[in-house]
């Protein structure tokens, strides 16, 4: 595959991962828009663990609290939070069913999602702390963002805006809930590719990983900023936008 697309590719893991616009959504248009063929599921993966190491990075000091348990309510809370995506993880490798990555799917779940979050974000949410019923609402959302278009943070900040949170509590506990979940799928990812005897470039899942997490930190440093002085309207109009350009051009 070239590299030039992979470069691509990993530009819209990097920034649509932390911005509340689907990145999985992104992916699916990629070889739909350039006429090159599906990159596959591993590839997505590869691009999501870049992300995922820039996570850790960026928040490289919360993380340390929970692992050396000196913020033990976080960690259960992101554990609470991680359940209903488990859930849904363990049903789909059970029975095989995968959320199809079709276009049209895309473009419906941009502009309804895009519009919740628009809707979520107009509430004045001031509270800094996610309580416990918080994680698992936003967990349940989160198990939604298997479905192309729905965006992982997009619907897990519209759950917690919804729920009156403020924009930065919700934004960095996004961001720490997709720790346990693109870990999660990183490691299916892997399984099912030495299963099925896939061969893997790993000169080119290398260059994926390392790309994406540059992409990724500098998306998170923007994402963190932004919200500290504006809304989420610009990011719920662009959905909408691309959602109605999809359906209009495709279907």
């Not at 697309?5 to 991962?17: H, K, P, R, S, T």
């Not at 997490?213 to 109009?237: D, E, N, P, Q, Y």
Request: proline share 3%; hydrophobic share 60%; with cysteine.
């Amino acid at each position: 595959m070239a590299y030039s697309y992979l470069l691509a590719l990993c530009f819209i893991q990097g920034v649509a991962e932390f911005l509340p616009i689907s990145s999985s959504a992104h992916l699916v248009l990629l070889p739909a828009l350039s006429g090159m063929a599906d990159q596959g599921d591993f590839i997505d993966v590869a691009a999501h663990f870049g992300s995922l190491l820039a996570v850790l990075v960026f928040y490289r000091r919360r993380v340390a609290e929970v692992l050396r348990l000196r913020d033990m309510e976080l960690g259960y809370k992101i554990g609470l939070s991680f359940l209903p995506i488990l859930l849904v993880g363990i049903f789909v490798m059970i029975s095989g069913a995968r959320p199809p990555r079709a276009v049209s799917i895309v473009a419906w779940n941009s502009v309804i999602f895009g519009i919740l979050l628009w809707l979520a974000d107009r509430r004045a949410g001031v509270d800094g702390k996610v309580s416990y019923l918080n994680s698992l609402l936003a967990g349940i959302g989160q198990a939604l963002a298997v479905i192309p278009g729905v965006s992982r943070s997009g619907i897990i900040l519209t759950s917690l805006r919804a729920q009156g949170i403020s924009r930065a509590a919700a934004v960095e506990f996004a961001f720490l809930m997709s720790i346990p979940a693109i870990a999660a799928a990183t490691g299916e990812a892997m399984l099912s590719a030495h299963k099925s005897g896939l061969v893997v470039n790993w000169a080119e899942t290398g260059f994926v990983v390392a790309t994406s997490f540059l992409f990724s930190l500098v998306a998170i440093k923007f994402m963190t900023a932004w919200v500290a002085r504006r809304s989420m309207a610009v990011f719920a109009g662009y959905r909408v936008a691309l959602g109605v350009a999809l359906l209009v051009w495709f279907v």
